[in-house]
């Protein structure tokens, strides 16, 4: 019979804890995209520097911006232009989204990561920093 204490129940409980902060410091700030209203459209006027900064193709980011935002999008030069008034931060809100599911590695919480296609319209992320696969929905 192995009776443990109140005192080591409690901490084998804090031992599985996992740390929130890795140490570095060093958090990825996700790019905030930015933006103006014109007409009817709204005009992202960073777009090209943020797929850069978050090391993803244009048209990831655009399938998803169209299909979150259920708007039509064109690509303008370093702009995106969205076929409808967007306002409040719902794009930055979107943008955030994209990150988390797309870039950052739900391991380690680094974006040193690519996205490699196993076919038939599945993806995986694939970290660089610590190696974890995470399948893409
Ligand atoms: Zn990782």
Do not use: W
């Not at 610590?130 to 893409?136: K, V």
């Amino acid at each position: 019979m192995s009776e443990k204490t109140y005192e080591q129940l409690l901490e084998s409980a804090y031992a599985t804890i996992p740390e929130k902060v890795s140490g570095s410091g060093e958090r990825f700030e996700i790019p905030k995209f930015d933006y103006f209203t014109e007409g009817t459209k709204t005009i992202i006027k960073n777009f090209s520097v943020v797929c850069e900064k978050i090391r993803r193709d244009k048209s990831i980011l655009m399938k998803f911006l169209s299909k979150e935002l259920a708007v039509p999008l064109e690509e303008q030069g370093e702009r995106l232009i969205l076929q409808r008034k967007i306002t409040g931060d719902i794009i930055n809100k979107k943008l955030e989204e994209f990150v988390n599911r797309f870039v950052i590695c739900k391991e380690c919480k680094k974006p040193d990561t690519h996205i490699q296609e196993l076919g038939h319209g599945m993806k995986q992320l694939i970290c660089e920093a610590c190696g974890a696969r995470n399948a893409i929905r």
